[in-house]
């Protein structure tokens, strides 16, 4: 990914880039990822049922990394307290899937993995809320 | 769009719909379509360079409704917390986008249409959020 | 949806609307929603492991049908051999789909119902590819 | 990006991963910010009325990046027909979008390294496709 590279060439920018927000920005299309891939794999497990609202978080916790990583990324004009909001709905997406995947981290490694991008994320969004913040 | 139909035959909902949510499923799919084509006219106009801050503004609504739309409808588990931020941020960046497209509504007639679309799916968001207090 | 009052109101359309696109662009948008719901609702089935093929092209079919929506209601400028691209690879996801769907209708209704709303995609994409044929 | 690790402990890839397949994931995702960065960084220029085919382009690449890249990571039961269609409009939409940024690299180095990303992502779907192939 090259996000600082693309967004430090933006005409408003002009290499005067938030870093937080964009190693937020990264981490966020990675945890779209991780997150749209543990859900197939938890698909995938015999004990599938058992997995069912693990699934329904990678789901939900996808859909918000990729609209945050989209949103994040636009620096023409402003929508700070849309960008705001969606910092926040990600870090709470990205904790309540990273806490139900570290359930089953001990059986199943892609839900281990998933955990760590989740905690990323999280971490990536609330650093990137400070870097923004009055 | 079917989405009462969908999750009506849902198997743990089984009939026991909440319209609110419902109706603003359906808004969110419309609003995100409607923002792409109010994002899409706008660069079409030769006026374009007047208009960057509507399009800006009609990109992240689209992004964050059809997020909303899709987390909006899982009924399987529970992410309630989730559902709720989206909402609230839906709702904000409809409010946003909605009253920046009033302002050219005089002029542009999609402008006018997005910003009723807009304001539908506002008003459903808060709807929802409402029907989903505790 | 409102893609006809929208896409009627764009600068280098005006009201001279291919009416065929305008179908296929509310269907994809519906159809996301339905496969949305469909994988969510099989998720929810006590039969989840006798359902994962469905989910998965629930999932395929969603993703599909939403891009190929966005993509299909630009005007601006133009992309047409995208768009015919995308209208095929929807037509082919709605009809996988629709019939993997089929197969469960008699005992999920959800499934019925999403395999309707694909086989009207899978038709609207086809007829909006006929629509612009050279 | 982690879709290697991710994607190895999928239950039923067990470590078997088609490598040329995970490198198209990633660059579909990475390719997908570069295009909704060069379309926000276009929409910035004061020439903007000359980008607007860019933009069109960029917006319409993103959508068909995105789709792909989550669709082709995927691994419970199968979809290769809809994968395979998929790589193809990406492969498309990304030859077209970097032909018409490179147009412009010479004066937007967004633009210029957009394009390299859309050439990396064509060649990878390219790539993919091969590796699929019976």
Not at 83 to 88: A, P, T, V
Not at 95 to 112: D, I, P, Q, S, Y
């Amino acid at each position: 990914m090259h996000a600082q590279q693309m967004i430090s060439t933006h005409p408003h920018v002009k290499g005067n880039t938030n870093d937080a927000l964009i190693r937020c920005i990264e981490e966020c299309y990675s945890c779209a990822q991780a997150c749209t891939s543990c859900a197939d794999a938890c698909l995938g497990e015999d004990m599938v049922n058992q997995l069912t609202q693990c699934i329904r978080l990678n789901l939900d916790c996808a859909d918000v990394c990729a609209a945050t990583g989209s949103i994040a990324t636009r620096r023409t004009g402003s929508n700070e307290e849309v960008i705001r909001r969606m910092l926040e709905a990600c870090a709470v997406a990205c904790r309540l899937c990273g806490e139900e995947c570290e359930r089953h981290a001990g059986m199943h490694e892609h839900c281990r993995i998933c955990a760590e991008s989740c905690r990323r994320c999280e971490r990536a969004c609330r650093e990137a809320l400070s870097s923004m913040a009055h």
